[in-house]
């Protein structure tokens, strides 16, 4: 709790007095509506993230899932264009506040300066290695809290032994707003502005790893209980301190230039209880802070590698710490330098990462969900076929007693362990309601993201750069990376091993041939064709490869081949996310156990089309791409594969 508590908590270094700048008096009322969407919306889709992906890969990868092909592909780098504005938005937010809690002023002449100086510290940490995260973050957060609890509890009891102070707020607020309903409506449109109280959940997801735990649903039933206790710990620290800033600070001091400008709270301890609280209050805040750019630099380090690699979408160096560091450092301190080390000005981009990193978990939830409800009607569907034909050839069962058919594959497996025969489950309306669930918190975060853009569009702007720069770094790093033979990890059935023994005899003469062939006379009439074209000798056997292509978006995908007989032909078939490169991977493999001689025919059509076809769907020019890929994996042509073409 404490290593997410870190970017979780450290908000309450800023988000009451900035609460409080943006509704007014409101502000209480606005924070209500903001705990019942953590509580309502953001607890229940985060501990569903959590069981889809209890690896801690967070919200993009369960939606990474649920969307395939180039638009999911498009749709991840928009989100992580997003994830990057949160993230870095964090480190600089957190260092301009620990500036202002160092200088107790937001406007100084010193304040880019030392923010400067706090995000370079930063990143030194990370380029020597950053360890002993959990222990940091422990005493940080407990010391952070407790001093929380001293200088809210003592602005509650203040207020208590003073109720006309509350009374004062309210008869003014009647003044102002006094329609009930209008004053509820009102502050229902003014929370997006305060909505920086929602972040922490993606890195709270993201630390499941770490949770102690006997297996994975130990440390799912830790998962949850961590997201929901802080989730409980901060709704009742933000609806605590909203109402103490609000009443008890004065509003020109919270103002731009004003001492309580970024550090409301830290104003009250200095005010109530006096300068060594208040300084005190004052270095944890920057400690922690400071650290929450750490957890931040961390995600960053952590999330970028973790996807844009698996795509094909990251240059060599993102694969190495330093490099990405340096690159976060000078982003950083470009963002700094453009918002003038303001904590102000930073928060609607802030705002903007977290709440469509909400917005992108409550969708995943909701496609996650729906999905499940129809996998469970589709298996029903099928007991029911099973029940009233168990003669059938194409049912099965498997070692658990499970219905398997053609359609009905392991991903479609009946979930709860039903013996086949006993007629489908009941799916009970729980399964029916959460669809509308997670769909109406979709629409809450949407509503919140949207608003908050359209009132402070300087996080899309922020957000757009991000997103603009990493679709364009990804398209040449996806281009220059086609021609490598990205399948590590090659399969074979016993039925293409027997196959590919068979045919040995000095070399492997292996035809590439489209998938989509399906007689006896196809493979007769190309057998002869290559072997006249090509000289082959009738007692040389061949084996005919033939690529699928499954989801050209994909990048590094294993290769499993099987092997059956058409005919007399021997034919290996596979299926990935490029013909030519896995036809090139297939050879080398084949190559490390003999000779191995590829043939091809020429591809009619344009060759600027096919290479195209080749960069967007997978395959296109496969004669010249894949003695391409062999030439830049083995410049020596004596220890590649052959590739002819006639």
């Known amino acids: 709790m404490c290593l997410s508590g870190v970017d979780y908590y450290s908000t309450l270094g800023y988000q009451p007095g900035i609460a409080v700048l943006a509704a007014g008096a409101l502000a209480p009322i606005a924070t209500v509506f903001l705990i019942l969407l953590t509580l309502l919306g953001a607890v229940p889709v985060y501990r569903h993230i959590a069981k889809e992906a209890p690896g801690g890969q967070g919200s993009i990868a369960v939606l990474a899932r649920q969307v395939s092909g180039w638009k999911g592909k498009l749709l991840i780098l928009v989100l992580l264009g997003f994830v990057c504005t949160d993230f870095i938005i964090t480190i600089t937010l957190s260092a301009a506040d620990a500036t202002a809690h160092l200088l107790h002023t937001s406007g100084g002449a010193w304040n880019m300066p030392v923010t400067f100086l706090l995000i370079l510290g930063l990143a030194a940490i990370f380029l020597r290695g950053f360890n002993e995260a959990i222990g940091i973050s422990f005493v940080l957060v407990t010391a952070y809290l407790l001093l929380n609890i001293v200088v809210v509890g003592n602005g509650v009891f203040h207020l208590a032994a003073d109720p006309s102070l509350v009374t004062d707020w309210w008869h003014n607020l009647r003044a102002v707003h006094p329609d009930p309903v209008g004053m509820v409506l009102i502050a229902a449109l003014v929370f997006p502005k305060i909505a920086l109280g929602l972040s922490g959940f993606e890195t709270g997801v993201s630390v499941i790893p770490q949770i102690e735990g006997k297996d994975k649903e130990a440390q799912l039933r830790g998962a949850k209980k961590l997201l929901t206790t802080s989730a409980a710990i901060m709704c009742v620290m933000l609806a605590a301190s909203s109402m103490v800033v609000t009443i008890m600070v004065p509003a020109a001091e919270l103002e731009a230039g004003g001492s309580a400008n970024g550090r409301a709270l830290a104003y009250l301890a200095h005010e109530q209880l006096g300068p060594v609280v208040g300084g005190l209050y004052d270095w944890v805040t920057v400690f922690i802070l400071w650290f929450a750019g750490a957890s931040a630099m961390a995600g960053l380090l952590n999330l970028i590698p973790k996807f844009l690699p698996k795509f094909g979408m990251a240059p060599a160096w993102v694969a190495r710490q330093?490099?990405?560091?340096?690159?976060?450092?000078?982003?950083?301190?470009?963002?700094?330098?453009?918002?003038?080390?303001?904590?102000?000005?930073?928060?609607?981009?802030?705002?903007?990462?977290?709440?469509?990193?909400?917005?992108?978990?409550?969708?995943?939830?909701?496609?996650?969900?729906?999905?499940?409800?129809?996998?469970?009607?589709?298996?029903?569907?099928?007991?029911?076929?099973?029940?009233?034909?168990?003669?059938?050839?194409?049912?099965?069962?498997?070692?658990?007693?499970?219905?398997?058919?053609?359609?009905?594959?392991?991903?479609?497996?009946?979930?709860?362990?039903?013996?086949?025969?006993?007629?489908?489950?009941?799916?009970?309306?729980?399964?029916?309601?959460?669809?509308?669930?997670?769909?109406?918190?979709?629409?809450?975060?949407?509503?919140?993201?949207?608003?908050?853009?359209?009132?402070?569009?300087?996080?899309?702007?922020?957000?757009?750069?991000?997103?603009?720069?990493?679709?364009?770094?990804?398209?040449?790093?996806?281009?220059?990376?086609?021609?490598?033979?990205?399948?590590?990890?090659?399969?074979?059935?016993?039925?293409?091993?027997?196959?590919?023994?068979?045919?040995?005899?000095?070399?492997?003469?292996?035809?590439?041939?489209?998938?989509?062939?399906?007689?006896?006379?196809?493979?007769?009439?190309?057998?002869?064709?290559?072997?006249?074209?090509?000289?082959?000798?009738?007692?040389?056997?061949?084996?005919?490869?033939?690529?699928?292509?499954?989801?050209?978006?994909?990048?590094?995908?294993?290769?499993?081949?099987?092997?059956?007989?058409?005919?007399?032909?021997?034919?290996?078939?596979?299926?990935?996310?490029?013909?030519?490169?896995?036809?090139?991977?297939?050879?080398?493999?084949?190559?490390?156990?003999?000779?191995?001689?590829?043939?091809?025919?020429?591809?009619?059509?344009?060759?600027?089309?096919?290479?195209?076809?080749?960069?967007?769907?997978?395959?296109?020019?496969?004669?010249?791409?894949?003695?391409?890929?062999?030439?830049?994996?083995?410049?020596?042509?004596?220890?590649?594969?052959?590739?002819?073409?006639?």
């Open 322 to 646: 330093r490099p990405l560091v340096l690159v976060v450092l000078a982003i950083a301190l470009v963002v700094t330098f453009l918002f003038k080390a303001n904590v102000d000005a930073q928060s609607g981009a802030y705002a903007t990462g977290v709440l469509v990193l909400l917005f992108s978990g409550a969708l995943a939830s909701t496609l996650a969900v729906y999905q499940s409800l129809q996998k469970r009607r589709k298996a029903n569907k099928l007991l029911a076929e099973t029940v009233e034909d168990t003669s059938s050839d194409r049912t099965l069962v498997d070692a658990d007693g499970l219905a398997i058919t053609e359609e009905f594959t392991a991903i479609d497996r009946v979930r709860a362990r039903h013996p086949v025969g006993q007629g489908p489950v009941a799916i009970r309306w729980r399964q029916y309601l959460m669809p509308v669930f997670f769909g109406l918190v979709t629409v809450a975060f949407a509503y919140t993201a949207v608003a908050n853009m359209i009132e402070r569009p300087e996080g899309l702007h922020v957000a757009s750069f991000f997103i603009v720069g990493i679709v364009v770094v990804s398209a040449i790093s996806r281009t220059s990376r086609s021609f490598e033979l990205r399948s590590f990890t090659i399969d074979y059935d016993t039925t293409a091993l027997k196959l590919i023994d068979a045919a040995r005899v000095g070399k492997l003469s292996i035809i590439a041939h489209r998938s989509d062939a399906t007689s006896v006379q196809d493979y007769e009439r190309k057998e002869h064709e290559m072997r006249r074209r090509h000289l082959i000798p009738e007692n040389q056997p061949i084996i005919f490869l033939e690529v699928g292509v499954r989801d050209a978006s994909e990048f590094l995908t294993p290769l499993s081949v099987t092997g059956c007989r058409v005919g007399d032909a021997s034919v290996l078939r596979t299926t990935a996310a490029s013909v030519p490169n896995a036809i090139a991977a297939i050879a080398v493999d084949l190559h490390h156990r003999s000779p191995v001689d590829l043939y091809f025919s020429w591809s009619p059509g344009s060759p600027v089309r096919d290479m195209l076809r080749f960069l967007t769907i997978g395959k296109g020019q496969n004669a010249v791409v894949v003695h391409e890929i062999l030439r830049r994996a083995y410049p020596d042509w004596q220890s590649r594969p052959h590739v002819h073409v006639g």
